[in-house]
Nanobody
Framework: QVRLVESGGALVQAGDSLRLTCRFS????????MSWFRQAPGKEREFVAAVNWSGGDTYYADSVKGRFTISRENANTSVYLQMNNLKPEDTAVYYCAGRRGIPVKTTPRGYKSWGQGTQVTVSS
């Protein structure tokens, strides 16, 4: 059974940086496309970023393009989200999600494996 555990969320100020980590276990990590989603209070869960199985292809929501970077280390079965120049509107619970196989999906329905989430709060 796949298990995803996020860490790295915190309370920060606008303009700060954070790095989220998602640790994967329970299956062959390199067979999974991995993504980050986020959900703010009262809003639907939204796509943030995704990376294919090799790390060679990445995808971003327009709202984070140029500020966030997704990466993965297959040897460490981990995926990361480097978040720079954070804004108050980035405040949300951030979830890691995994999808076995190809292609990469950018909707929550495309993923069966989810972590519990980590809170990111950006104050102005």
């Amino acid at each position: 059974q796949v298990r995803l555990v996020e860490s790295g969320g915190a309370l920060v100020q606008a303009g700060d940086s954070l790095r989220l980590t998602c640790r994967f276990s329970g299956d062959t990590f390199s067979m999974y496309a991995m993504s980050w989603f986020r959900q703010a209070p009262g809003k639907e869960r939204e796509f943030v970023a995704a990376v294919n199985w090799s790390g060679g292809d990445t995808y971003y929501a327009d709202s984070v393009k140029g500020r966030f970077t997704i990466s993965r280390e297959n040897a460490n079965t981990s995926v990361y989200l480097q978040m720079n120049n954070l804004k108050p509107e980035d405040t949300a619970v951030y979830y890691c999600a995994g999808r076995r196989g190809i292609p990469v999906k950018t909707t929550p329905r495309g993923y069966k494996s989810w972590g519990q989430g980590t809170q990111v709060t950006v104050s102005s």
